[in-house]
């Protein structure tokens, strides 16, 4: 019977922790829909907003790595247990970091005061957010039904982000050789647009744990990639 109470109080620790990775999901994929809505609406103060919530994020990831090692110290979990746990702290250390890439386009949206040339320079910007969202829709999806065909379809979709970023900044490079005027605005949606292809990267990371928390292998397929040359040559930094 005890061991019964104690396997009982393990799983309801262990649905505890998925249900905080849930929610910080969805908190992220708030941020990320918030951010490059503030973008596209010239929205000062929602992108404070959205710069304020960003503590939520970082809130429950510290309580996820504080559950998470008590469960660990108390239970001693073994194989399937275990790597859920661990793929837990995987997962919530990367939705911490779409959380900050989040903030990271709002603080532009702020710095920028509303000067805004033709909504039509953030379209891009705007697909390149539908298709990161739907990866990251997709991919917590997978963690929550353990659905791994989902999840490596997720980690398959990742070079199309590269290619829409790639277009997104020649687009934006030729209407800074066209106009001058739009040369300020146009880098700060570049750095826009790299944050969104880094969100694209962690969605990939998120697949690839939840493949492991399933599977029990990491996957050793090369990352399928697009080429990012164009941005890693502007911004100073490639894809991972």
Request: with cysteine.
């Amino acid at each position: 019977m005890n061991d019964q109470h104690t396997a009982k109080a393990f799983d309801v620790d262990l649905q505890d922790i998925a249900r905080m990775v849930a929610e910080m999901g969805g908190l992220a994929e708030k941020q990320v829909a918030d951010a490059v809505d503030a973008l596209a609406k010239r929205d000062t103060t929602l992108a404070q907003r959205v710069t304020a919530a960003d503590s939520a994020i970082d809130a429950l990831q510290r309580e996820i790595e504080e559950k998470s090692v008590l469960t660990i110290a108390r239970r001693q979990p073994m194989a399937v247990d275990l790597r859920d746990i661990v793929g837990a702290l995987r997962l919530a250390n990367d939705l911490e970091r779409i959380g900050d890439l989040a903030k990271n386009i709002a603080k532009r949206v702020i710095a920028l005061n509303a000067e805004f040339p033709p909504p039509k320079l953030i379209r891009g910007v705007e697909h390149m957010t539908d298709l990161v969202l739907q990866q990251l829709k997709a991919v917590l999806d997978a963690y929550a039904r353990r659905d791994d065909n989902k999840a490596m379809a997720v980690w398959r979709g990742d070079e199309e982000i590269d290619a829409v970023c790639t277009s997104v900044f020649r687009e934006l490079l030729t209407y800074m050789m066209v106009d001058p005027r739009n040369i300020t605005f146009c880098i700060h949606l570049m750095f826009c647009a790299k944050n969104i292809e880094r969100m694209g990267d962690h969605a990939t990371n998120v697949a690839e744990t939840v493949h492991y928390i399933i599977d029990g292998n990491p996957i050793t397929e090369r990352r399928p990639k697009g080429d990012t040359t164009t941005i890693a040559a502007l911004t100073g930094a490639g894809g991972k």
